[in-house]
T-cell receptor
Framework: DGGITQSPKYLFRKEGQNVTLSCEQN?????MYWYRQDPGQGLRLIYY???????QKGDIAEGYSVSREKKESFPLTVTSAQKNPTAFYLC???????????????FGQGTRLTVV | QKEVEQDPGPLSVPEGAIVSLNCTYS??????FMWYRQYSRKGPELLMY????GNKEDGRFTAQVDKSSKYISLFIRDSQPSDSATYLC??????????FGKGTRLHILP
């Protein structure tokens, strides 16, 4: 079954600790994305990557870091510099535009991070 | 002005009614338009994808894009209680960045 897998589903972190959220896809998509969702805020873009070893900051990148060493994987690290990390984190992937194919994004089921 | 504007609702309609959900946007470079449905504590599920202006129909769902007015719509016919969810519009231009609206909470009343 093709899809996007996020793990873990729930994650608890102590203040001052870094934590890494996993995102893996087997859809053979080049582009991958990380979003944060807070109540009443919709989805806000943290980082996105169009190709291996390259990524761009989104609208709220401060306090987060990413890597894209493999096409299938796009892990997100929430660092201690992120002031308000408790949120629902969503990973997505898509085919980039301009390839004669649909370019819609597909999502994983999310990771709920709580700082305790 | 935000890039994508979407009324957060909540929107309550009786079962069987036609639902109209809308988004406006400011960036004329957007070319690809999507609607997602999201149930509580779940990832968004793609409902409709359209490229440029026009209409697209899939079962009870119809998506419309009017690029001249920078306005997109999603219509749900014969609405069911199971349609109760948050609906998110999203759009993308050729630089691959996807921007979402804040989502509209929809309640279908039995």
């Amino acid at each position: 079954d093709g899809g996007i897998t996020q793990s873990p589903k729930y994650l608890f972190r102590k203040e001052g600790q870094n934590v890494t959220l996993s995102c893996e896809q087997n859809l053979n998509h080049d582009a991958m994305y990380w979003y944060r969702q807070d109540p009443g805020q919709g989805l806000r873009l943290i980082y996105y990557s169009q190709i291996v070893n390259d990524f761009q900051k989104g609208d709220i990148a401060e306090g987060y870091s990413v890597s894209r060493e493999k096409k299938e994987s796009f892990p997100l690290t929430v660092t201690s510099a992120q002031k308000n990390p408790t949120a629902f984190y969503l990973c997505a992937s898509s085919i980039p535009p301009g390839r004669g194919m649909n370019t819609e994004a597909f999502f994983g089921q999310g990771t709920r991070l709580t700082v305790v | 002005q935000k890039e994508v504007e979407q009324d957060p609702g909540p929107l309550s309609v009786p079962e069987g009614a036609i639902v109209s959900l809308n988004c406006t946007y400011s960036n004329s470079a957007f070319q690809y338009f999507m609607w997602y449905r999201q149930y509580s504590r779940k990832g968004p599920e793609l409902l409709m994808y359209t490229y440029s202006s026009g209409n697209k129909e899939d079962g009870r769902f119809t998506a419309q894009v009017d690029k001249s007015s920078k306005y997109i719509s999603l219509f749900i016919r014969d609405s069911q209680p199971s349609d109760s969810a948050t609906y998110l519009c999203a759009m993308k231009n050729r630089d691959d960045k996807i921007i979402f609206g804040k989502g509209t909470r929809l309640h279908i009343l039995p």
